[in-house]
């Protein structure tokens, strides 16, 4: 195995991971598991805040190791929540109250792409009378990026940077991999996929987390902890 890295991308985690969830043709989020894309969401929020040196995880919890912000509004916002809590609160926890504003924290990242020119946003009507907004790309080229860079570590044997590695791992936990792979893409890839993902230790806890989470949520209603 090479130690050559693909350069650090310029999108945060939650931006690549609703870039890769938007269909290409409809503009529109590819069907996922029930609440996987929410705690995606939520899961890459607390993955960029450990790229940037804010939090670190164990096992079980999530705990604050700088309280400077890092100039995202998205990202800061979050900080500050959990630097306020008294008490360290376990991964779970914090996944669950970021995952409750999913909607709003999907619409925020997505409007973002749309400001920074990545995505465009039309409006049509479902049966000549509802109105839905789609989000399509206005060229591609991000979105493309994304995808190649990611199917190009699949299939080599480079280490990957820790940005990559934490998305491969997002791309599993939240079942995006069934719809970007074919079965037998899959298959062949499957034990290189688990590799990648697993090489950084957040990866671990919040797939376990995820997991546990989202068998939860399907059967109620996201309340409060």
Do not use: C
Not at 52 to 69: C, I, M
Not at 84 to 89: F, G, I, R, S
Not at 166 to 174: D, F
């Amino acid at each position: 195995m090479t130690t050559t890295q693909s350069q650090p991308s310029q999108l945060t985690l939650a931006e690549e991971l609703i870039l890769i969830a938007l269909d290409d043709e409809t503009g529109t989020l590819i069907s996922l598991p029930p609440f996987a894309l929410e705690l995606g969401l939520a899961s890459a929020v607390i993955g960029d805040l450990t790229l940037k040196g804010r939090l670190d995880t164990d096992a079980t919890h999530v705990f604050v190791t700088s309280k400077l912000p890092v100039d995202d509004s998205i990202l800061d916002e979050t900080l500050a929540d959990i630097a306020a809590e008294p008490q360290q609160l376990p991964t779970e926890t914090w996944l669950r109250r970021i995952a409750e504003e999913g909607q709003v924290l999907r619409d925020r990242v997505t409007m973002r792409l749309v400001k920074r020119g990545v995505l465009g946003t039309e409006e049509k009507r479902l049966l000549w009378v509802f109105k839905t907004r789609t989000y399509p790309p206005t060229s591609g080229i991000e979105e493309r990026e994304v995808k190649s860079r990611i199917m190009t570590l699949l299939n080599n044997d480079d280490i990957p940077n820790p940005h990559d590695a934490l998305l491969i791992g997002l791309l599993r936990s939240t079942g995006m991999f069934d719809v970007l792979l074919s079965r037998p893409e899959q298959e062949r890839l499957r034990a290189r996929i688990d590799q990648l993902a697993n090489l950084e230790e957040i990866n671990r806890s919040l797939s376990h987390t995820m997991s546990a989470l989202q068998v939860a949520l399907a059967s109620a209603y996201i309340g409060p902890m």
